[in-house]
C-alpha cells in the first residue's frame, strides 16, 4: 500500500513538472473611447446630485458675520491672522473656563486659509478653521509653560497669545513673559487650546503634560471664532490684527 501511495505521488510530481506555465508574451495598452451619450444619463444625474449639494453648502457659507479692515496673513514668527486666532481664542475661552485663562495657543498649521480685507462671511472663517477641533483647558506648571515655549520657537513661531517670546533664528528660546512678568518655575499657568494640540500633537508635547483639563467637546474653535466676528461687528468694530513683538527674533 505503502509503494502504491509512493508511486502515485511520483506521478503527481511528473505532471506538475510537466505542465507548462503561464508565462508573459505581451502588454498591450490604447484608449478606451467613452461615447457622451452612454454617460449622459449617468453624468445629469450625478450633476444633479452635486449642484444639490453645491446649493446646500452655498446657502451655509454665505451668510456674512462681519468686515476685515485689513487683510489677514499667516507668517513666522507672528502674523496678523497668527493673532487674531490668538486673540480670539484667549477672549472666548474665559466664558468657559473655571479659572482665569492666562495664555492661549494654536498651531499656525491648523489656520488653512488667509481672511482678505472686506466681507467676512461663514465661509472665510470655515476656510481658515475647517477641522473640528474643540476647546481644551488645561493648567501647566511654570518648568512646562517654558518647555511649550522652547517647543514654539524651535518650529519659529506659533499662534500666541497672553505671553511674548524672544527666539533665535536658530529657534532656540532667549526669554518669555506672561502678562509682562517673567515665568515663574514654580507657578502655574492655565492654557487654552485645541484638543489636538492638548494632545501633543505638532511638536507641542509639553501641552500633554497639563492637569486639570477641561475639554470642550461640544464648542469647536471654529464656532468661537464665529462667535467673536458677530461680537465685534454687532459693536460696530472689523476685524483687525498687527504684528505687535509677541514673539520677536533677536537679531545677532
Do not use: H, W
Not at 529657534?171 to 513673559?177: A, D, F, I, P, R
Amino acid at each position: 500500500m505503502k509503494r502504491l501511495y509512493g508511486l502515485y505521488l511520483l506521478l503527481l510530481f511528473i505532471a506538475a513538472a510537466c505542465v507548462q506555465r503561464p508565462e508573459l508574451v505581451a502588454v498591450d495598452g490604447g484608449n478606451i473611447k467613452v461615447v457622451a451619450v452612454e454617460c449622459e444619463g449617468r453624468a445629469s444625474k450625478v450633476r444633479a446630485i452635486l449642484e444639490a449639494g453645491r446649493a446646500a453648502v452655498d446657502s451655509i457659507k454665505r451668510p456674512v458675520l462681519g468686515e476685515a479692515a485689513v487683510s489677514l496673513e499667516k507668517y513666522i514668527p507672528e502674523s496678523p491672522l497668527m493673532n487674531f486666532a490668538a486673540d480670539a481664542l484667549l477672549e472666548m475661552s474665559q466664558r468657559y473656563s473655571s479659572a482665569e485663562v492666562d495664555i492661549a495657543i494654536t498651531n499656525k498649521g491648523g489656520l488653512r486659509s488667509n481672511i482678505a480685507a472686506g466681507t467676512v462671511t461663514f465661509g472665510d472663517i470655515y476656510n481658515v478653521f475647517p477641522f473640528e477641533n474643540t476647546l481644551a483647558l488645561l493648567t501647566l506648571t511654570g518648568e512646562q509653560l517654558l518647555q511649550l515655549c522652547r517647543e514654539v520657537a524651535s518650529v519659529g513661531g506659533e499662534a500666541i497669545a497672553g505671553m511674548r517670546l524672544v527666539i533665535t533664528p536658530e529657534g532656540e528660546l532667549v526669554s518669555v513673559t506672561v502678562g509682562g512678568k517673567p515665568v515663574d518655575p514654580a507657578g502655574e499657568y492655565r492654557i487654552a487650546t485645541s484638543d489636538y494640540l492638548a494632545q501633543g500633537n505638532d511638536k507641542m508635547t509639553a501641552l500633554a503634560l497639563g492637569g486639570n483639563r477641561e475639554v470642550l467637546g461640544n464648542v469647536t474653535i471654529r464656532d468661537l471664532m464665529v462667535q467673536y466676528v458677530k461680537e465685534l461687528s454687532a459693536q460696530g468694530k472689523k476685524l483687525e490684527a498687527v504684528c505687535d513683538g509677541r514673539i520677536t527674533v533677536k537679531k545677532q
